[in-house]
């Protein structure tokens, strides 16, 4: 079987606003027997080294916060900047990265996009087309050769496990990407907007940075409030959300419950479906992978599509797709069908 992009193609988009459209798992298309294996090359030392950073500073800065917490340095100025800081960035990522610049599940105004578009890049995981690239290529070669952040490619022993886990939660940063990337991303480079904000990548992380050291010593009045809202809201917060991402990568394709049939090991998760507003319901996002709904079930919450929900009633959201019932029933395992009755 050649190749498909993971890229979703318009005539397969639902022709009305409806919450029950087409079926949302018409795609991306995911090819998996006969792929042609992808190789990935060596990343530089200078990418290796600025992956490095952005991985290990956040981690730091939220030692830093920890350890300045048993004295004055915090309190619920810092809480409020961490959790609003926490909120815009990650719902950057799942709503807007994720749901509506990777898979389309749902459309919106232009400006509204370039708002997802600037929250995501704040999360500093990387340019929205490149992070697109990444995410849609995982969705072609889910667990087999290809997918950039698998746990399951280095064996079975304990060891191999716990190398999988390393590399899929973030050890598949420091690896390049193969040169065809350009291909699961050819409807962002024809977006002018898309560009723009990719553009300028540096500049949103900037300002993610900046908000919240700036909003804590206006509050405070002090240099004090500056560094504390920077590390509270700025690095203790890109800490978190980053280890919450990485771990649907990593946690949801090995711990956790499988409702649907899904070709690939995605796992459903209750910690990360709260931790990342609806993402850890996993194994539903790859049976459906353009489902604007992660969570299916009345409890499974999913925050990132009752925000979605709440814009279409406000008229900021339409084609809003989510899988039916029915579609839902027939890739449903025959063990859930059965816990169902």
Known sequence: MPHTTATPPTDRRPAADSDH????????????????????????????????????????????AFVLLWGVAF?????????????????????????LFTHRSFDCPDWVRMLFGIFGSMAVQG??????????????????????HSPHHHGDTVGGVIRGAFHSH???????????????VRDLLEDPMVRFVNRHFVLWVALGLLIPAVIGGLVTMSWTGVLLGFLWGGLARVFLVHHVTWSINSVCHIWGSRDF???????????????AFGEGWHNNHHAFPTSARHGLRWWEIDLSYLLIRAMKMVGLASNVRVPTPERQESKRLQRDKNADT
Do not use: C
């Not at 294996?37 to 800065?61: D, R, W, Y």
């Not at 309190?75 to 749901?99: C, E, P, Q, S």
């Open 21 to 64: 459209g087409t079926d949302a798992d018409t795609a991306p298309t995911v090819a998996r027997e006969g792929a042609k294996e992808e190789t990935f090359p060596e990343l530089s030392l200078k990418l290796k080294l600025v992956n490095l950073v952005a991985v290990v500073l956040p981690f730091i800065g939220f030692l830093a």
């Open 75 to 99: 309190n619920w100025i810092y809480l409020g900047l961490l959790v609003m800081m926490y909120t815009i960035t990650a719902v950057g990522i799942t709503v807007g990265f994720h749901r």
């Open 127 to 148: 340019p929205v087309i490149e992070w697109v690239a990444d995410h849609r290529r995982h969705h072609q070669h889910s667990d087999v050769d290809g997918d950039p």
């Open 170 to 184: 973030v050890g598949w940063l420091f690896r390049g990407r193969p040169k065809n990337s350009v291909r699961y």
């Open 261 to 275: 049939r899904s070709h690939d090991e995605s796992r459903n998760n209750l910690i990360f479906g709260v931790l």
